[in-house]
Structure formats: structure tokens, C-alpha cells
């Protein structure tokens, strides 16, 4: 079997309620839909998430040009698409950082794989390990009355942990913030709070020396993405457990954090990792270090949410963490998905999300048909599709 041509198709779908996180308004996810044909009529889907300049540095334009320009043509066509692991190592070698595009890449392969062979994604990856993913929920930033009533809202539908974003004005107003919702819920409740590396060393001394009061679960990703030595140091100065998300990207990112023992656990997303197979390499140096893990997601449709679905029921480490890959819910606004209005998400059969717990497919490969006339009516304004073969 033979990859005979593959598809970029950029895609904008709106969001019901926009999402507020430091120095950005989301009011849409620009993403990459990927579709990867055989010449058994076998076909590969994949969708990138929301892309952002400031979290992976990718857009839907430079990861559908370097698909169509650079991986397509020299490493997929031709290949054969069950060769997962060595079309993930020459994608290493011909192709620096670009994560996100390799990732999409890497779930599409995994969605061919378990078509060809007729299993839903988990089974590649290693058999189910539990039945679902418990999952977090991400507060929108906004004044304390009204993440107070979203965070009511959530533990209502039975989310076990609950995140707040910063952001929404001064740091003096993230604190109030932080009071307010923990006032409000109560001290059983697991509480947490992302700066998205927005802070400098000192704000965030300063900010999360009043924030240990509160009795937070961990602070996420405190200081830039560069400053490893700084969230050491800030670790050491701090009650509230520091967590790293966009710190911990590349396997030799981990092993610094490791080193220096910057961190108290981290996040992964499977885009910032590169895919299933680097996510698995990933999780592997996470569990030889024995630092829990909580898997976040781009903000996607129900194919995005897919590959986070099969690899935290599939491996055991993942699997006692929560998972916050919740995007499709964030997108239309909803706490289940069976609340989704019909025809509204990219894929036709969403992975069912019911009482704060994220259900993989079961059919083969990630399980999911595509809303062909969604596709066609989202397709990005001005974006072209990218198509490499034949």
C-alpha cells in the first residue's frame, strides 16, 4: 500500500463564546485539515487545532507550505502510510521544530493505520488502559463574578479540576480573580491558574507569593518558554507547585527541566510534542522522572480532540492524570456533546464528552467521519488548498 496524494484544507470555525487569555481574544480556531490518500482508496484525516504566533509559532499558511512543499513531496508519497516510526524519523531529520505539522501529519498516519487494520487508534497504542479520560475545565479570564459563575457551572457538570487564565487586566486583578473563584467553591475544590509564560521572574514572585494562600493545585507555565534556569529558581521560592507546559516541548527541553528540577509536573499536548510517537517518547521520560502530567488541547473540533482521547485511555502513566482536551465543548459553548448542535463540528460523530469524561471513537482508526458540507462552508477566506499527488 502507497500514500498516492495528500490534502491541506485550512479551515476557520467560530467560537459560540470567545475564549480570553493573556494579550489574546480567540473569537475563531484557523486550523489545518489534513487528509492523506492511498492507493487502496483508503483515506487518513487529521485537524491541526487552533493555531497560534505566540504558543507554536505555526498558522495554517506556513504548516500547509511545509507540508505541501517539503514532507508531502520527500517523505509521504510513495510510502508506505503503516510505516509510522520511520516517516516520523525522516520527518525529524529533513524538518526542524514545525511540531504542529508533524503532528497533524502523525495523527492522520495513525487514523490510516488503524483503518488499514480495522482497531480504533488506542489499540495501537497499546490497548485501553482505562475506559475514559477525566477531564479538567479551562476558565475563560474575565471579571471575578463572571469566571465565578462559569466555575459553579463546571463543577455542577462534575469537572474535577478547575483553571483559571490570566490576563483579563492587572496581576493585581488576576489575584482578585483567584480569591473570588476560591471563596466561592470552597477549599476541597482543585484550583489552578496559567500564565502562559506572560510573566517576568519578578511578577511572578511577587504575584504567586499572594497566590499561595489559596492553596492552588499548580501554577502552569509561570515565566517564557526560554527561562528554564528562572522557573528553577522561582520553583524554589514558591509554596504553590510550578508546573511546565510551553518550557517542556522537545525531549531535550524535559531532560534540562529534569536536570535542573525546575518543575513540579508538566503538560503536554500532543501538537507541541509532534505527534503520537513523540508524545509516547514524551510521556516515557515524564514517567521515568516520576512527574505527574496533564494533557491540554489547541482548541479543536472532534477530530482534534481524538488523538489526546486514544493516547490518555491507552497509556497507564497518562491515564491517572486529567486531560483538559476539551475543545470541541469550548468552541459551541456546550458541557456535553451531545448538547452540540447537529451538523456544527468538523467531524459528524464528535468523541462523546459526558459528565467531565472524554470517550474515544470506537470504530477504526480515530473513529470519526468528516461533515464534508461543514469543510466546504469553513473553509478559510482567501487560504487556498494545498493538494500534492494524484
Same mark, same amino acid.
Given at each position: 500500500? +502507497?500514500i498516492?496524494?495528500?490534502?491541506?484544507?485550512p479551515?476557520s470555525?467560530?467560537?459560540?463564546k470567545?475564549?480570553?487569555?493573556?494579550?489574546?481574544?480567540?473569537?475563531?480556531?484557523?486550523?489545518?485539515?489534513?487528509?492523506?490518500?492511498?492507493?487502496?482508496?483508503?483515506v487518513? @484525516?487529521? $485537524?491541526s487545532?487552533?493555531?497560534?504566533?505566540?504558543?507554536?509559532?505555526?498558522?495554517?499558511?506556513?504548516?500547509?507550505?511545509?507540508?505541501?512543499?517539503?514532507?508531502?513531496?520527500?517523505?509521504?508519497?510513495?510510502?508506505?502510510?503503516?510505516?509510522?516510526?520511520?516517516?516520523?524519523?525522516?520527518?525529524d531529520?529533513?524538518?526542524?521544530?514545525?511540531?504542529?505539522?508533524?503532528?497533524?501529519?502523525?495523527?492522520a498516519?495513525? =487514523?490510516?493505520?488503524?483503518?488499514?487494520?480495522?482497531v480504533? @487508534?488506542?489499540?495501537?497504542?497499546?490497548?485501553?488502559? @482505562?475506559?475514559a479520560?477525566?477531564?479538567?475545565?479551562?476558565?475563560?479570564? =474575565?471579571?471575578?463574578?463572571?469566571?465565578?459563575?462559569?466555575?459553579?457551572?463546571?463543577?455542577?457538570?462534575?469537572?474535577?479540576?478547575?483553571?483559571?487564565?490570566?490576563?483579563?487586566?492587572?496581576? =493585581?486583578?488576576?489575584?482578585?480573580?483567584?480569591?473570588a473563584?476560591?471563596?466561592?467553591?470552597?477549599?476541597?475544590?482543585?484550583?489552578?491558574? $496559567?500564565?502562559?509564560?506572560?510573566?517576568?521572574?519578578?511578577?511572578?514572585?511577587?504575584?504567586?507569593?499572594?497566590?499561595?494562600?489559596?492553596d492552588l493545585?499548580?501554577i502552569?507555565?509561570p515565566l517564557?518558554?526560554?527561562?528554564?534556569?528562572?522557573?528553577?529558581?522561582?520553583?524554589?521560592?514558591?509554596?504553590?507547585p510550578?508546573?511546565?507546559?510551553?518550557?517542556?516541548?522537545?525531549l531535550?527541553?524535559l531532560?534540562?527541566?529534569?536536570?535542573?528540577?525546575?518543575a513540579?509536573g508538566?503538560?503536554?499536548?500532543?501538537?507541541?510534542?509532534?505527534?503520537?510517537?513523540?508524545? +509516547?517518547?514524551?510521556?516515557?521520560?515524564?514517567?521515568?522522572?516520576g512527574?505527574?502530567?496533564?494533557?491540554?488541547?489547541?482548541?479543536?473540533?472532534g477530530?482534534?480532540?481524538?488523538?489526546?482521547?486514544?493516547?490518555?485511555?491507552? =497509556?497507564?502513566?497518562?491515564?491517572?492524570?486529567?486531560?483538559?482536551?476539551t475543545?470541541p465543548?469550548?468552541?459551541?459553548?456546550?458541557?456535553?456533546t451531545?448538547?452540540?448542535?447537529?451538523?456544527?463540528?468538523?467531524?459528524?460523530?464528535?468523541?462523546?464528552?459526558?459528565?467531565?469524561?472524554?470517550?474515544?471513537?470506537?470504530?477504526?482508526?480515530?473513529g470519526?467521519?468528516?461533515?464534508? $458540507?461543514?469543510?466546504?462552508?469553513?473553509?478559510?477566506?482567501?487560504?487556498?488548498?494545498?493538494?500534492?499527488?494524484?
Open positions: 500500500m +502507497k498516492t496524494r495528500v490534502e491541506c484544507l479551515i470555525t467560530p467560537m459560540r470567545p475564549m480570553v487569555m493573556p494579550n489574546t481574544r480567540i473569537t475563531q480556531i484557523d486550523s489545518l485539515l489534513v487528509k492523506i490518500h492511498t492507493d487502496a482508496g483508503i487518513g @484525516v487529521a $485537524d487545532g487552533d493555531t497560534s504566533s505566540w504558543y507554536r509559532g505555526e498558522m495554517q499558511e506556513t504548516m500547509a507550505t511545509m507540508i505541501a512543499d517539503v514532507i508531502a513531496p520527500k517523505i509521504l508519497i510513495g510510502e508506505d502510510p503503516r510505516n509510522i516510526e520511520r516517516i516520523v524519523g525522516r520527518m531529520l529533513l524538518v526542524r521544530d514545525n511540531n504542529q505539522a508533524k503532528a497533524t501529519i502523525d495523527f498516519l495513525h =487514523d490510516l493505520k488503524g483503518k488499514i487494520m480495522e480504533p @487508534v488506542y489499540q495501537l497504542l497499546g490497548g485501553r488502559t @482505562v475506559e479520560a477525566d477531564m479538567g475545565w479551562v476558565l475563560s479570564s =474575565d471579571v471575578p463574578a463572571k469566571v465565578v459563575a462559569e466555575a459553579h457551572e463546571a463543577l455542577k457538570q462534575g469537572f474535577k479540576l478547575l483553571k483559571m487564565k490570566t490576563g483579563h487586566g492587572t496581576l =493585581d486583578d488576576d489575584i482578585e480573580m483567584v480569591a473563584v476560591r471563596k466561592a467553591v470552597g477549599d476541597s475544590v482543585r484550583l489552578s491558574i $496559567d500564565a502562559n509564560g506572560f510573566w517576568t521572574y519578578e511578577q511572578a514572585l511577587r504575584t504567586i507569593r499572594v497566590l499561595d494562600r489559596y493545585e499548580l502552569e507555565q517564557p518558554h526560554w527561562d528554564i534556569e528562572g522557573m528553577a529558581r522561582l520553583r524554589q521560592q514558591v509554596r504553590t510550578i508546573y511546565a507546559d510551553e518550557s517542556a516541548q522537545e531535550h527541553h531532560k534540562e527541566i529534569i536536570d535542573r528540577r525546575a513540579d508538566l503538560f503536554i499536548k500532543t501538537q507541541k510534542a509532534g505527534g503520537l510517537v513523540r508524545s +509516547k517518547r514524551w510521556l516515557t521520560m515524564a514517567r521515568l522522572s512527574l505527574p502530567v496533564m494533557c491540554g488541547c489547541m482548541i479543536g473540533s477530530l482534534e480532540t481524538s488523538p489526546a482521547a486514544h493516547l490518555w485511555v491507552s =497509556d497507564q502513566w497518562a491515564s491517572q492524570y486529567l486531560n483538559e482536551s475543545g465543548l469550548t468552541i459551541h459553548g456546550v458541557w456535553n451531545a448538547d452540540i448542535p447537529a451538523g456544527a463540528d468538523l467531524a459528524l460523530n464528535v468523541p462523546r464528552m459526558e459528565r467531565a469524561r472524554l470517550y474515544p471513537n470506537e470504530g477504526p482508526g480515530f470519526i467521519e468528516l461533515n464534508e $458540507d461543514f469543510i466546504e462552508r469553513n473553509a478559510t477566506p482567501g487560504k487556498a488548498r494545498r493538494v500534492v499527488g494524484v
